[in-house]
């Protein structure tokens, strides 16, 4: 299935200043960007033709494919002056690079990207800022047996604030963690079929516009999923998952586990 990238938010929460330019899915994760994190995901399933949808900042995208270093993330030998590489990452990928506008709605990005996927019975969506263990095939079979033509990761609540109950003298009844309450909330990946065409309007949007359509005929499937799923939102959420790739914990980099299907 092609895989499309949403990457051309501002990302305001995550940028270092007014001028700074870098797109939210090149802040780094190790020694490469959130978006690399997510590719490298999705190809493990088998999934290696991408359509990024571009905008803010979409040259610093651009530059990167362009002059990729495949040896800072693989072994190789150096022998007479030359590379030779032991693996690669990128190297049976496919990337089409799509300049979505700068102020588009993610619904109108998708909309802009809809020649490159004709034919396509599925294809797979995602923000390029969230990442996650979920078994991915196991998704896509549920979708599939579903019927369903849209569908999206839900997961717990991620907050952790507490939502406080008092009775009108103001004493208070129960403390509770948003996280337990019985609500998901969107987890970014989608599983889609060209059906949501039908229900995007200029400038509209995936969820409120498309999801909303669907819903509304029983057409749309939540996925739910408890593992590990994490948003680098912020440059608090994106420095916890650099801490977590410096220490080891790496549940998202499937890639690097015998155990999973690839």
């Known amino acids: 299935m092609k895989v499309v990238l949403f990457c051309g938010g501002y990302g305001m929460r995550m940028r270092n200043s007014p001028v700074d330019d870098v797109p939210k899915p090149m802040q780094m994760v190790g020694p490469r960007p959130l978006i690399w994190h997510v590719m490298r995901y999705y190809a493990h399933y088998g999934h290696k033709e991408f359509i990024l949808c571009l905008g803010y900042g979409g040259r610093h995208i651009k530059d990167y494919f362009l002059q990729y270093d495949e040896a800072v993330s693989n072994d190789f030998v150096l022998r007479n002056g030359k590379v030779e590489l032991l693996s690669t990452d ?30 396509e019975d599925y294809f797979l969506a995602n923000y390029a800022d969230v990442l996650t263990d979920a078994p991915l095939d196991v998704m896509i079979d549920e979708v599939k047996a579903s019927g369903a033509a849209a569908s999206m990761m839900v997961v717990p609540p ?78 608090k959420e994106r420095a916890e998952l650099d801490a977590r790739f410096a220490s080891g914990d790496r549940p998202w980099m499937v890639w690097e586990s015998p155990a999973e299907a690839g």
Do not use: M
């Open 158 to 235: 991620q907050s952790s604030f507490h939502c406080v109950d008092t009775d009108d003298d103001g004493l208070v009844r129960a403390i509770t963690p948003v996280s337990r309450f019985p609500i998901w909330e969107n987890g970014g990946f989608f599983v889609l079929t060209p059906e949501v065409f039908d229900h995007l309007p200029e400038n509209g949007d995936l969820v409120e516009d498309a999801c909303g359509a669907l819903l509304a005929q029983g057409r749309l499937y939540g996925y739910r999923f408890r593992g590990f799923w994490k948003p680098a939102d912020t440059f």
């Open 90 to 119: 990128i190297s049976d990928w496919s990337i089409t690079f799509v300049d979505t506008g700068l102020e588009s709605p993610i619904g109108e990005r998708l909309r802009r990207v809809a020649p490159y996927l004709e034919g």
